[in-house]
């Protein structure tokens, strides 16, 4: 379940670290800088929320990204 509060999205489960072959999908194929994962990755860690989600809440992702990663993380299953 998520909740968002003062612009935190917040999961009621605790959330797995990221793959690597997720972080490498987001910086090759939808070109974020390291900065931008790195920010990413810290909040995503503090929040304990998926980091696409946690991307998108801070504007590094627009929905369309959005979109192209959910679409490829249901596809490595």
Not at 3 to 17: D, F, K, Y
Not at 22 to 38: F, H, K, V
Request: hydrophobic letters at 40%.
């Amino acid at each position: 379940m998520f909740c968002c509060a003062e612009g935190m999205v917040t999961c009621s489960h605790p959330q797995p670290p990221p793959s690597r072959p997720l972080l490498q999908y987001l910086q090759r194929q939808i070109g974020l800088s390291t900065e931008a994962l790195n920010l990413g990755l810290r909040q995503a860690e503090l929040e304990q929320s998926p980091l696409p989600i946690v991307l998108w809440s801070f504007g590094l992702l627009n929905l369309e990204q959005l979109q192209q990663v959910l679409d490829w993380l249901e596809l490595q299953g």
